[in-house]
């Protein structure tokens, strides 16, 4: 017979509000008080050693409640909805109808609200000593496996295919970082070598003139001036650019630093040996005026040079002596000396014959020039060259390429013309028999003039002849044009600037001959039966 008291007929205990906490019953103890409803609370234990006669509620979603096998139940089961199993202990028999509890702990939430993690309830009993009456359970939440699988993905950006990425980009961010740094490093190193190299050259240029102006600056030198003194007074007249640097070179060069009081003129075109040296009293600098005539060779401007005692070197430390022809000779054939011009880059580049004379022949140009005495002799071959550049314009460039020709070429068709004739109104004419001839090779190989074999037996014997002899025609040398094609290997003087113009802008002529009166004047001719004619007229002349 069921001694549980029927439900319908047992009066209903009022829900009390008090925190929600296991209930355990007394051993040995049967509880007929009713119980009462309990929202949110935790699942009541029970002592294992009351028999349990009150049905068992079921209870959806909830985790399976253990009852101890020593438990013996007979009361029907009754549906509990959304509440924690409670467990009774085996030792108490339990005759209290149990009491619907809605919103137990294991009751869904609606979807809106936040979902709390399903549990586990863990017997800890045998861990922990407990006897049955003492039992105990604890219920852990206990996240899915496929939660706390996806979660790593979720956080690191995907698994391993999330750190992989991350290790890819990192590895692609230092390559593109690596690149930045060496395009960096590349590119403060060519800055640092262009401003290392422009000072230099800056530098370079200050200290030995190559490329300076020549004009004269009158300074003043104190009493019992000292190197800085001196440094001084050159840095505020523009004569040296960096004065720190003269300084150096100064103590470089032990120089004594005994300087004597004056005015001095001063050329931008003197080097800081010669600048050192200025302002001493065992120097006496002195100028002088020489003018080159128009068509003179290099041996008459060595010449010039020398008698009217231009030019010194040094053979020893601080010990300067007159410059001879071979200090001539040497600063005129060093191309590398003046190849910031631009002729002088293209006679470097397209070399010249091993027959020529001297390299520079027909540039050192004929003016009025003012020299120190005291000049090296290459600083007097740089002025020289200096005029000729101011003068061969770019059109020229230009030009001389239109005819087919190079500038050293054109150079010695007028060094040529210079020397067949005295009259400036004759250069064009005597210009165009040159040029038909050179563009009429098969008819006329040889140019066949005197004014180059000349030249040859003046450089060869150091006498200027006035008249060509029948034997001279046969002279062997490169520069006969009898016997040799072409152009001779180099000019044979230094042209004027009407020589060089007419070279490059010859008259239209069909004219192939010439021949010069004792006078001066030149009969041309057409044909060679008209200049044979001539040649008899001129010969009659006597």
Known sequence: MNNTPNQSNRPVTPEVGRPARAVRTPQGTQSTAPQVRRPQATAARTPQSVQSTAPQVQRPQATTARVPQSAQSTAPQVQRPQATAARVPQSAQSTAPQVQRPQ????????????????????????????????????????????????????SGGGDGGKKKKKHMSEGAATLLSIVKAITYIVFVIVLAGFLSYYIIRIANDMFAFVKSDEMVEVVIPEYATIDDVTEVLAENGIITYPDVFKLYAKLNQDNGEFKAGTYEINGMMNYDELLMAFKEKFVRATIRITIPEG????????????????MVERSKGEYVAATREDYVAAVNNLELYDNFVFVQKLIEGGTSPD?????????????????????????????LNRFNNLFKEEFYTRADELGYTVDEIVILASMIEKETRLYYEFEAVSSVFHNRLRDPANYAFLESDA???????????????DMTHEDVSYDSPYNTYTNRGLPPGPIANPSYQALTCALYPEDTDYYFFVSRKNGETIFSRTLAEHDAAVAEVAREG
């Open 104 to 155: 137990a702990t294991a009751a869904r939430t609606p979807q809106s609200a936040p979902q709390t993690a399903p549990t586990t309830e863990i017997d800890l009993s045998p861990q922990r000593g407990i006897t049955d009456d003492q039992s105990a359970t604890r219920r852990i939440a206990v996240t899915p496996a496929r939660k706390r699988a996806a979660e790593p993905d979720s956080l």
């Open 296 to 311: 003179y060779t290099v041996d008459e401007i060595i010449d010039l040079f020398i008698e009217n005692g231009v030019g």
């Open 356 to 384: 020529r004379y001297y390299a520079l022949e027909g540039y050192l140009f004929p003016d009025t020039y003012e020299f120190y005495t005291d000049s090296k002799p290459s600083q007097i071959v740089y002025k020289l």
């Open 452 to 466: 180059t074999i000349m030249y040859a037996i003046h450089h060869d014997t150091g006498t200027r002849q006035e």
